[in-house]
Structures are given as structure tokens and as C-alpha cells.
């Protein structure tokens, strides 16, 4: 019976979110656009912050190396990004296997702190090879049309970041039941445990965030896509990586449906107050996302879906 409810209530939803579009003006399509495109950058943090318990604080470095090799490839070698995408999370991949090589052999916040020094690196790399990334000007995305993900208008931006996110939900439920989803959650659980049951933990943890880096490359493409220019500056700051965090955190880390969730409630909770107070507050977006983070992980460490999880469970059993 309650398999068949949770049917029923997925059907409904994707036939919600099929037709929306056809019922609001386009700026609502731009902000849930926005909202779908954050979470999957939030489900793909999830799988090395959620899953794994390693704290990133970088991820806007994968999402720029994602965004500028697509774009290079379609600017410079006429690739379209629907390729170009695949590369971009390969690059994107390798960038987070060194990391974590470099920073999960120790255990803390050593991996927080390698994620916030490569993001730095990756910044200053960008700027120095402007021949190749345009420095600080960054790249205009000039080509045109479907067949180069660039759509005039919101609307098929709202469709493929829906699927986007549809597709990261659907990775995260079989990642969690997976052999090396279990495996990655059980070293977050106790490294020492899972050490002692046969599981390398130093691999297992390098592999999470290959794969969560990988995952934030494409979704770097298509910001890239969407946003029709990127730059330095842009792309590898500090409010994204918070956000990309901050969004998974809020809406429930370690679970598939947290990305989404946090994503519906603070990218246009962001947009708004950025729209009403971004001129007056400079990094306004940084002071939200990092207060409601902070909030959140004190008061409530499963966020929104562990909470109302917790609420409905609780009505259960009072029930009985």
C-alpha cells in the first residue's frame, strides 16, 4: 500500500512539474530553472558531503572546470556541449580524485581546507592562461541553437534542468542501496569499523569525491549553457561552494530528496532578497546561506526531510 502511494505521489509530481510551465509567467520558469539546476549541484555534493561526511567548501572549483572545458570545446573545436559535457566531468573528476588523494589520507577538516585551497588555484590558473580562458573577461558563448544547449528561452532551460534533477534523485537512491554507497556510508559511520570489515577506507572516500566532482562538471556545462558567459570571478567563489553545500544541508544531507528540497526553499528565498537588498548588503548571499547552514547543522543535522521524516513517524506511532 505504501509502495503504491509513493507511486501515486511521484506520478503526480512529475505531471506537476511537466505542466507548470504551461501556468506561470517565465520568470517563475527562470526561478525554478535555477532551483532544479542547484539542486543537482547539491546531489552531487551530497555524494562526498552527505554520503561520505567529508565537508567540501570548493565545489564552485568543479563546477568552473565543467563550465570552461564544455565551453572551450564548443568555442574552440565546435563541440557541442551535449559532448562536451561528458568531458567536462571527466576534467571535473580528475581535478576531484587529486584532491581527495591529496587531502583523505588524514582525517578533520584537512579535505574542507584542500577543497578551499584548490578553488583558489583554479581561480589563479584561469586568470593566468587567458589565452586559453579569456582571463578575466571570461568566454561569451557565441554558438547558437538546440543542437549547442543554448534555447531562447527559459523554458527548455526548465526542462533540462528538471530532468537533471529527476535523473540526480534517481542516481542517489540506487548510490545509497549500491555495494560502494554502502560502503562509503559506512566509513562516514566509523572509519575504524568499516577499516575492520574489509572496506578501504582511503579509496573508498577518493572515489566519492571523484564521483561527486565528476557529477558537479556537467552541471557546470549547463550553467554554463544557461548563463551564455562565464568568467573567473563568476564561477570560483566562495558563495557558490557555501551554497552547493548550504542547499544539501538545509534540505536534508545524506538522503536523495535533500538537494531538491533545499533547493526549493532557498534559491528563491536567495533571488528574492538578493532582488530587494543585494545593492545595499555586499555578500548577501554568503551571510544567508552561511547562517542558515550554521542553523541548521545545531539544530536540525537532518534538515528539512529529517525533520518532517521525524514528524511523520512520530504522528505513526502516536496513532497506534
Known sequence: MRLMMKLTLSVALLIVGAALPLFV???TISILMQAYLWAFLAMSWDVIGGYGGQFSLGHAAFLALGAYTSTILLQSYNISPWIGM????????????????????????FFALGTIAFAEL????????????????????????????????????????????IAGILFLRWFE???????????????????GVGINVYRT??????????????GGTIYAQWMHFIRPDILVK?????????????????????????????????????????GMIAGLSVILYGVVLLIMV???????????????????KGGK
Not at 86 to 109: D, F, M, Q
Not at 182 to 190: W, Y
Not at 205 to 218: D, E, N, Q, R, Y
Not at 245 to 257: E, L, M, S
Request: neutral net charge; hydrophobic residues 45%.
Open 122 to 165: 583554479v581561480e589563479l590558473l584561469l586568470l593566468y592562461f587567458k589565452e586559453i580562458t579569456g582571463g578575466p573577461l571570461g568566454i561569451l558563448i557565441t554558438k547558437s541553437g538546440p543542437e549547442n544547449m543554448l534555447f531562447n528561452t527559459q523554458t527548455p532551460y526548465y526542462y533540462l534542468t528538471l530532468t537533471l534533477a
Open 25 to 27: 509567467d517565465e520568470l
Open 177 to 195: 542501496s549500491s555495494k560502494f554507497g554502502i560502503g562509503l556510508i559506512a566509513v562516514r559511520e566509523d572509519e575504524e569499523a568499516a577499516e
Open 86 to 109: 561528458w568531458a567536462a566531468g571527466l576534467i571535473a573528476g580528475g581535478a576531484g580524485a587529486l584532491v581527495g588523494i591529496a587531502s583523505l589520507r588524514l582525517r578533520g577538516p
Open 238 to 278: 566562495l558563495d557558490y561552494s557555501t551554497q552547493i553545500a548550504a542547499i544539501d544541508v538545509v534540505g536534508g544531507a545524506g538522503t536523495p530528496y535533500g538537494g531538491l528540497i533545499g533547493a526549493l526553499v532557498l534559491v528563491p528565498l536567495s533571488l528574492y532578497l538578493n532582488a530587494l537588498f543585494g
Open 205 to 218: 572516500k577518493v572515489i566519492g569525491a571523484t564521483i561527486s566532482a565528476f557529477l558537479t562538471g556537467i
Open 298 to 316: 545545531v539544530l536540525a543535522p537532518g534538515g528539512i526531510y529529517g525533520l518532517v521524516r521525524g514528524k511523520l513517524r512520530g504522528g505513526r
